[in-house]
């Protein structure tokens, strides 16, 4: 049987489009992972606030607060997790914000959901690399 990749992880899925949020969450919780569903920016903020998820699926186009707002309040808490954002706007422009706002991958929908999950999976293992050589080296994780 094949291993969970994102065994142990939370994940927060923002998207106002049920079927996209269905379709991301059986992907994550197949691969082991905890979710978190919500539909709207501004419960994504405080979802991430109390919930401290590993890594966050964000929609661009949201109700409430858009995904740009949410992706730029998250990225100034303390500690923030892992933002893949995912959005059917292809303009460069908004890759160009959204990165200069400190997003971790931007894909463009439709997502394949493997291209998803390879890419939160790679990107929480440089996360985990980068923090191990910040704590103490004598740490075992």
Do not use: W
Request: hydrophobic letters at 40%; a negative charge.
């Amino acid at each position: 049987m094949p291993t969970a990749r994102l065994q142990g992880k939370k994940i927060l899925i923002v998207d106002d489009d049920e079927d996209i949020l269905g379709s991301i969450d059986l992907a994550m919780r197949a691969e082991g992972a905890t979710t978190t569903m919500v539909v709207d920016g501004n419960t994504a903020v405080s979802a991430c606030r109390s919930g401290a998820p590993d890594a966050i699926v964000l929609d661009m186009m949201l109700p409430k607060r858009s995904g740009f707002l949410v992706l730029e309040t998250i990225k100034q808490e303390p500690d923030p997790p892992v933002i893949v954002m995912i959005t059917a706007n292809q303009g460069k422009r908004h890759m160009a914000y959204a990165e200069s706002i400190g997003v971790d991958a931007y894909l463009v929908k439709p997502v394949p959901l493997q291209r998803l999950v390879e890419t939160l999976v790679r990107l929480l293992q440089e996360a985990a690399d980068g923090s191990r050589e910040e704590d103490d080296p004598e740490a075992q994780t």
